[in-house]
């Protein structure tokens, strides 16, 4: 396929307007000069991930589109895509945050890092009595497996994660410092370098920065000093982008390269803004009044970008990136004297997701939900959440060296799967095939030599897979060379078809259907097949799970009486086991156990918040499955799966058990498995480690802190509460060591399957 060049003239000189104070004035614009190619030293990288930034949020993507300019005013962002190169067909490899950043980090889709939605580490459940389960899917990126960080240290880079993190649990664990960054910021996760970071600095120290929700609604807080101080350009302060730039002015004056993952919150729901004044801009641009009421202003039905909330926050993106800009433009290189860092550093901007089109907003002075009108990503349809092009089609932006000023491919997709590998390249690392990346190194692409992203192996790639199980909007699908197959793989939750097909493009690159209009299924019968065959031997490959079907539907199902039965649960030491009958009944074909730390016997959909459960294999033989239950375990639950596809679950198991302790004592447990027996299993894993962390010379006060408090627990009657508790954070302590462990050669934990969640 040929990539389509469109030379644009590149800005010169650096300046930057005074701000605005009147309510209809233009934003500040900082023009990016020419920067000349630096070779001798490995480049910087930047990468601002915006959060639910929609692929026509960004002024030179919708004016590609639109004859008329659409409300949002990017300026900053417009010249950075001057300066550099705009991908026209850039992918989140997920409609939705967490699957999206997990797959980004790893390099790896959501199939293979485990992480397919936003609501994981539950049990699969229906919202009430809907026909369809969601399959089990972690809600952590595997701490097992490697990111980008760990390679690029590899290469001498020093690392920071900061903004919105969003590849763990409610727990918050694993955190960006032991998934391998130097440095990380955010909600739940701050670190603090003193030279960066004032832990007494209440300003630095609200986390979300202009992000911060207000106490009531979106309409207060305007004037409060603690989250609003004005500063130099009368934007708002926030603390993402100034912890960012001090970061940047810290290590861009040391002698190596380095990494800066930078995450905004924005533009993210609650749809809200804390810049008065460029709400009151896009008022005033809208023709509407400044809002005196927290509900809706604008009409979800209405076409066209409406809202000036969403407008503002779009507008404080651009603002960051000017900032960023700046301070790269600012900063002499101390490896590349008579340059700045600017000169020797890839710039990428881009998305998680498609822009959301609609989301519940605050209650009025009524007290009535209702929904509001987000953005707009028409011509594309849908958007975050769906699988169609307005779900998944993102803004990529790049400058860098060697990137040619004022370039724009039309015709070659790239998806954030790539940045792992293309990382790699910019630090002149070599391709490694044991990481097992799904991405293609895109430098080259990037750089204007080649045309076609390939694989480490030379292999041009042709096709892109996505895979998102989850809710009413469960799809699959395939891409290749301009044509797209959606797989309806929850069909009883949504009136799509069970398969469409869309020609997005044409042979030569130029746009087609991209607002997926016409379901071409029947008039291509070869070509659906094709597709279809193809994404089905990916999925098989891949372990690519789809929902289950659920017996407790309220809406009768085709093999609903057909479903087995279990009839008996049982345990004895460390082995759980469920016994089922199939007579006249379905045939079952697999097992696996999902089990809880610090669960409970009630299996909700929505659970409490810092409840998780895992999934650990079971054995599956006639009438019976059994596991070896994970050490910790405080309750656990089988689930059969028949030949229909019917998911059954078993009671919480043991209900009653014997459960021996070292080879002597027995208890009759009737509250649960084994809190006592599970929290000593761990106090015995966290001893072991301390001692061999020790040898490292490793501080290891937090762990030994832990294992204090549960011995102190094991002394006390067996009461769920503090057990559970004990377990769950004796387990962290000894999970934030996983490199250090294994480092000094502790298989238990791999043999415990502790370094899985």
């Given at each position: 396929?040929?990539?389509?060049?469109?030379?644009?003239?590149?800005?010169?000189?650096?300046?930057?307007?005074?701000?605005?104070?009147?309510?209809?004035?233009?934003?500040?614009?900082?023009?990016?000069?020419?920067?000349?190619?630096?070779?001798?030293?490995?480049?910087?990288?930047?990468?601002?991930?915006?959060?639910?930034?929609?692929?026509?949020?960004?002024?030179?993507?919708?004016?590609?589109?639109?004859?008329?300019?659409?409300?949002?005013?990017?300026?900053?962002?417009?010249?950075?895509?001057?300066?550099?190169?705009?991908?026209?067909?850039?992918?989140?490899?997920?409609?939705?945050?967490?699957?999206?950043?997990?797959?980004?980090?790893?390099?790896?889709?959501?199939?293979?890092?485990?992480?397919?939605?936003?609501?994981?580490?539950?049990?699969?459940?229906?919202?009430?009595?809907?026909?369809?389960?969601?399959?089990?899917?972690?809600?952590?990126?595997?701490?097992?497996?490697?990111?980008?960080?760990?390679?690029?240290?590899?290469?001498?880079?020093?690392?920071?994660?900061?903004?919105?993190?969003?590849?763990?649990?409610?727990?918050?664990?694993?955190?960006?410092?032991?998934?391998?960054?130097?440095?990380?910021?955010?909600?739940?996760?701050?670190?603090?370098?003193?030279?960066?970071?004032?832990?007494?600095?209440?300003?630095?120290?609200?986390k979300e920065g202009i992000f911060s929700q207000p106490r009531n609604n979106r309409l207060t807080d305007f004037d409060n000093p603690l989250f609003l101080p004005l500063i130099d350009d009368e934007r708002p302060?926030?603390?993402?982008?100034?912890?960012?730039?001090?970061?940047?002015?810290?290590?861009?004056?040391?002698?190596?390269p380095f990494f800066l993952n930078f995450c905004p919150k924005l533009v993210h729901g609650p749809i809200m803004t804390r810049d008065r004044k460029r709400l009151a801009y896009y008022c005033e641009k809208l023709?509407?009044?400044?809002?005196?009421?927290?509900?809706?202003?604008?009409?979800?039905?209405?076409?066209?970008?409406?809202?000036?909330?969403?407008?503002?926050?779009?507008?404080?993106?651009?603002?960051?990136?000017?900032?960023?800009?700046?301070?790269?433009?600012?900063?002499?290189?101390?490896?590349?004297?008579?340059?700045?860092?600017?000169?020797?550093?890839?710039?990428?901007?881009?998305?998680?997701?498609?822009?959301?089109?609609?989301?519940?907003?605050?209650?009025?002075?009524?007290?009535?939900?209702?929904?509001?009108?987000?953005?707009?990503?028409?011509?594309?349809?849908?958007?975050?959440?769906?699988?169609?092009?307005?779900?998944?089609?993102?803004?990529?932006?790049?400058?860098?060296?060697?990137?040619?000023?004022?370039?724009?491919?039309?015709?070659?997709?790239?998806?954030?799967?790539?940045?792992?590998?293309?990382?790699?390249?910019?630090?002149?690392?070599?391709?490694?095939?044991?990481?097992?990346?799904?991405?293609?190194?895109?430098?080259?692409?990037?750089?204007?030599?080649?045309?076609?992203?390939?694989?480490?192996?030379?292999?041009?790639?042709?096709?892109?897979?996505?895979?998102?199980?989850?809710?009413?909007?469960?799809?699959?699908?395939?891409?290749?060379?301009?044509?797209?197959?959606?797989?309806?793989?929850?069909?009883?939750?949504?009136?799509?078809?069970?398969l469409q097909l869309f020609k997005l493009y044409n042979e030569d690159g130029t746009r087609n259907d991209i607002g997926e209009a016409n379901n071409l299924v029947d008039q291509y019968p070869e070509m659906t097949?094709?597709?279809?065959?193809?994404?089905?031997?990916?999925?098989?490959?891949?372990?690519?799970?789809?929902?289950?079907?659920?017996?407790?539907?309220?809406?009768?199902?085709?093999?609903?009486?057909?479903?087995?039965?279990?009839?008996?649960?049982?345990?004895?030491?460390?082995?759980?086991?469920?016994?089922?009958?199939?007579?006249?009944?379905?045939?079952?074909?697999?097992?696996?156990?999902?089990?809880?730390?610090?669960?409970?016997?009630?299996?909700?959909?929505?659970?409490?918040?810092?409840?998780?459960?895992?999934?650990?294999?079971?054995?599956?033989?006639?009438?019976?499955?059994?596991?070896?239950?994970?050490?910790?375990?405080?309750?656990?639950?089988?689930?059969?799966?028949?030949?229909?596809?019917?998911?059954?679950?078993?009671?919480?198991?043991?209900?009653?058990?014997?459960?021996?302790?070292?080879?002597?004592?027995?208890?009759?447990?009737?509250?649960?498995?084994?809190?006592?027996?599970?929290?000593?299993?761990?106090?015995?894993?966290?001893?072991?480690?301390?001692?061999?962390?020790?040898?490292?010379?490793?501080?290891?006060?937090?762990?030994?802190?832990?294992?204090?408090?549960?011995?102190?627990?094991?002394?006390?009657?067996?009461?769920?509460?503090?057990?559970?508790?004990?377990?769950?954070?004796?387990?962290?302590?000894?999970?934030?060591?996983?490199?250090?462990?294994?480092?000094?050669?502790?298989?238990?934990?791999?043999?415990?399957?502790?370094?899985?969640?």
């Amino acid at each position: 396929m040929k990539n389509t060049f469109y030379s644009i003239c590149a800005v010169v000189g650096l300046s930057v307007a005074t701000a605005p104070v009147l309510a209809n004035a233009k934003p500040p614009v900082v023009s990016l000069p020419a920067v000349s190619v630096v070779e001798r030293s490995q480049p910087n990288i930047v990468h601002i991930l915006v959060d639910d930034l929609g692929w026509q949020d960004v002024a030179c993507y919708y004016d590609a589109l639109h004859a008329e300019p659409g409300l949002y005013e990017t300026p900053n962002i417009d010249r950075v895509a001057e300066r550099g190169i705009r991908f026209m067909q850039a992918y989140s490899p997920s409609p939705t945050c967490s699957p999206s950043r997990a797959a980004y980090l790893s390099g790896q889709f959501g199939v293979k890092n485990g992480v397919y939605h936003v609501k994981g580490s539950r049990v699969p459940r229906a919202w009430g009595e809907r026909p369809e389960l969601t399959p089990y899917y972690s809600a952590r990126l595997d701490p097992s497996k490697t990111i980008i960080p760990q390679e690029l240290k590899k290469a001498g880079y020093t690392t920071a994660h900061v903004g919105k993190w969003h590849v763990c649990g409610e727990n918050m664990v694993p955190t960006p410092l032991q998934l391998g960054f130097d440095f990380s910021y955010g909600r739940d996760h701050v670190y603090n370098d003193p030279e960066i970071v004032d832990p007494k600095d209440k300003k630095i120290n609200n986390k979300e920065g202009i992000f911060s929700q207000p106490r009531n609604n979106r309409l207060t807080d305007f004037d409060n000093p603690l989250f609003l101080p004005l500063i130099d350009d009368e934007r708002p302060y926030d603390s993402l982008t100034d912890i960012s730039l001090r970061w940047l002015n810290k290590v861009g004056r040391q002698d190596q390269p380095f990494f800066l993952n930078f995450c905004p919150k924005l533009v993210h729901g609650p749809i809200m803004t804390r810049d008065r004044k460029r709400l009151a801009y896009y008022c005033e641009k809208l023709g509407i009044d400044f809002p005196t009421d927290s509900g809706s202003i604008a009409d979800p039905d209405a076409p066209g970008q409406n809202n000036p909330y969403y407008a503002s926050m779009v507008d404080s993106v651009d603002w960051m990136v000017s900032k960023v800009v700046q301070t790269l433009e600012s900063i002499d290189d101390p490896r590349n004297p008579g340059h700045k860092l600017i000169d020797n550093t890839y710039l990428i901007i881009s998305s998680d997701n498609g822009g959301s089109q609609r989301l519940a907003t605050w209650a009025s002075a009524d007290g009535k939900r209702r929904f509001e009108k987000v953005t707009d990503n028409a011509p594309l349809r849908e958007g975050k959440s769906w699988m169609y092009e307005g779900g998944v089609k993102i803004p990529f932006i790049v400058i860098g060296p060697g990137v040619q000023p004022g370039s724009v491919n039309e015709t070659t997709p790239v998806t954030l799967l790539d940045l792992f590998p293309t990382f790699m390249a910019m630090g002149g690392m070599p391709p490694d095939p044991a990481l097992d990346l799904d991405g293609c190194n895109i430098l080259p692409v990037i750089q204007g030599q080649a045309s076609e992203a390939k694989f480490a192996d030379g292999t041009a790639r042709d096709t892109l897979f996505f895979h998102h199980p989850a809710d009413d909007k469960s799809f699959s699908v395939i891409q290749r060379k301009g044509w797209k197959l959606m797989k309806n793989t929850g069909p009883r939750l949504t009136e799509a078809p069970d398969l469409q097909l869309f020609k997005l493009y044409n042979e030569d690159g130029t746009r087609n259907d991209i607002g997926e209009a016409n379901n071409l299924v029947d008039q291509y019968p070869e070509m659906t097949q094709q597709l279809l065959g193809d994404l089905t031997t990916w999925m098989a490959g891949n372990d690519a799970r789809v929902p289950y079907l659920n017996p407790d539907s309220g809406e009768a199902l085709e093999g609903q009486q057909d479903v087995p039965v279990v009839t008996a649960l049982g345990s004895e030491h460390t082995q759980i086991w469920a016994t089922f009958d199939t007579t006249g009944k379905s045939k079952v074909v697999d097992a696996f156990l999902v089990y809880s730390l610090n669960g409970g016997t009630e299996l909700k959909y929505r659970a409490p918040r810092l409840e998780e459960w895992d999934r650990a294999p079971a054995k599956l033989t006639d009438g019976r499955v059994e596991a070896i239950a994970p050490p910790g375990m405080t309750h656990g639950v089988f689930c059969l799966i028949d030949a229909n596809n019917y998911l059954v679950y078993s009671e919480p198991v043991p209900p009653v058990g014997k459960v021996r302790i070292d080879g002597a004592v027995t208890l009759e447990l009737t509250d649960g498995f084994a809190y006592k027996p599970g929290l000593l299993s761990l106090i015995k894993v966290g001893h072991e480690a301390r001692g061999k962390l020790m040898q490292q010379g490793v501080d290891v006060t937090v762990l030994t802190q832990a294992l204090k408090d549960a011995r102190a627990v094991v002394k006390q009657p067996v009461e769920e509460q503090p057990y559970a508790v004990a377990i769950r954070n004796l387990r962290h302590a000894i999970r934030a060591f996983d490199g250090k462990v294994s480092e000094a050669g502790l298989k238990d934990l791999n043999a415990l399957n502790l370094g899985k969640w």
